[in-house]
């Protein structure tokens, strides 16, 4: 996990920024281990990320700090269809808070708006605080619950956005 330990807060020059950009195939690697570090539940397969990252109708976004890749979120489309989905993203748990989510979802946006979508939605544990206040503060509203949605049989939330090109 080196390669991902962004530096810690106390190590942080002022200089370190967030930077996104499009993942590739040869990031697999990177994208498993920051899905590994980050999630308990409901992984995605190694399969379905090689598979994700060649498909035409998602798009992938890696986020570094510090230049140390640290996130990277992933957004479906679907061929005549204006709503795009969020459907993953994540923060390494010692880079959360510095703005690695909000850079992720902008990046998800402005994909979802320059392929004509005018909704981004995305569902999340009923139970995921920083989640869910993330989502709040950029906007989304919630639009829905569903029971027994993940996994292990708990709730989610279903959060949805009106994109605004500018
Ligand atoms: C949800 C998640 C992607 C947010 O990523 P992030 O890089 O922390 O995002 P940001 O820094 O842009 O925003 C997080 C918010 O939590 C606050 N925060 C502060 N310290 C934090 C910490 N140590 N951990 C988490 N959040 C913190 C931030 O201040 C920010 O709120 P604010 O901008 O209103 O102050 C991240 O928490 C994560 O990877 N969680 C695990 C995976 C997950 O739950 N994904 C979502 C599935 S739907």
């Excluded at 703005?99 to 544990?125: F, N, Q, T, Y």
């Excluded at 503060?137 to 009106?162: S, V």
Aim: a positive charge; aromatic letters at 8%; proline letters at 5%.
């Amino acid at each position: 996990m080196s390669g991902l330990t962004a530096p810690s807060k106390a190590q942080r020059a002022p200089a370190d920024r967030v930077t996104v950009r499009g993942a590739t195939p040869a990031d697999a690697p990177t994208l498993e281990a920051i899905e590994a570090a980050s999630f308990i539940y409901d992984r995605l397969s190694s399969r379905s990320l090689a598979r994700n990252l060649r498909s035409p109708t998602a798009n992938i976004f890696l986020a570094a700090i510090g230049g140390v890749l640290a996130g990277y979120a992933m957004v479906f489309f679907r061929r005549g269809s204006t709503l795009a989905r969020l459907y993953s993203i994540a923060s390494v748990p010692n880079a959360r808070g510095r703005g690695i989510g909000s850079r992720l979802m902008e990046a998800c946006e402005h994909a979802a708006i320059k392929r004509g979508c005018d909704r981004l939605r995305l569902e999340v544990r009923e139970k995921n605080r920083p989640a869910i206040a993330m989502y709040e503060r950029l906007g989304y509203r919630r639009i829905g619950r569903y029971e027994n949605y993940y996994q292990d049989g708990a709730p989610a939330l279903r959060f949805e956005k009106q994109l605004v090109s500018t």
